[in-house]
Each structure stands twice: as C-alpha cells, then as structure tokens.
C-alpha cells in the first residue's frame, strides 16, 4: 500500500494561490492514479482532480480552470495548483491513489494539508 503525505497548505487571502504536493513515503506510485480531494468544514469529502500514472488529467467543475494537477514520477510527488482561491475552497485536503478499475480511493486518508483563504 502507498503510504502518502500532503503538504502545502496555508491561510491565503482571496485570489491567492497556493500549491500542495502529494509525497510517497518509502514507495514509488508512477504505475498508480492519484486523486486530491477536499473536506470543507460540516461537509463531506469531494473529489477535485485526478492524474493517471500516464500523466492525463480531470477535474471537479467546481475548480476546473483554477486548479492544475500535474506529476513528477521522478520525486515520487503530486501537486495541485490552487489559482483564483475563494473562501469555499477552505478545507482540508488529502490526496490518495485510486483504484485503476473503478477509480475510488483506497481510503487511508492521511492527515491532509489545510487550506484556509479569507476575504
């Protein structure tokens, strides 16, 4: 199993950006699919993006055109690039890989990374 750990996250003012990564701990992930996403405070968790392990893309329509998922195999990390941050896109979030098949995470959450952005 990929033992994953996010980084990144901070307390930004609205329009700001921010760029999280998604580290392997001990293991490489460049066969695997990864997916970041996001619990906001009294809601459940959601999908934002993901990448496959051949580099391809997609994203939630609530953060398409703001936020870029890309991969370095090399580093054995993930990042998203949060650009144009609202005060709705406050929240913890976690990345983990997902299933080649069915797409659903594996659902050992980490400890996330916090993303706090104030008017």
């Known amino acids: 199993q990929v033992q994953l750990v996010e980084s990144g996250g901070d307390s930004v003012e609205a329009g700001g950006s921010l760029k999280l990564s998604c580290a392997a701990s001990?293991?490489?992930?460049?066969?695997?699919?990864i997916g970041w996403y996001r619990r906001a405070p009294g809601k459940e968790r959601d999908w934002v993006a993901k990448i496959t392990m051949s580099g391809l893309t997609s994203y939630a329509d609530s953060v398409r055109g703001r936020f870029t998922i890309s991969r370095d195999n090399a580093k054995n990390t993930v990042y998203l690039e949060m650009n144009g941050l609202k005060p709705e896109d406050t929240a913890a979030y976690y990345c983990d890989e997902l299933n080649r098949c069915t797409g659903t995470p594996s659902g050992s959450w980490g400890q996330g990374t916090q993303g706090t952005v104030y008017s």
């Open positions: 001990g293991v490489t992930f460049s066969s695997r699919n």
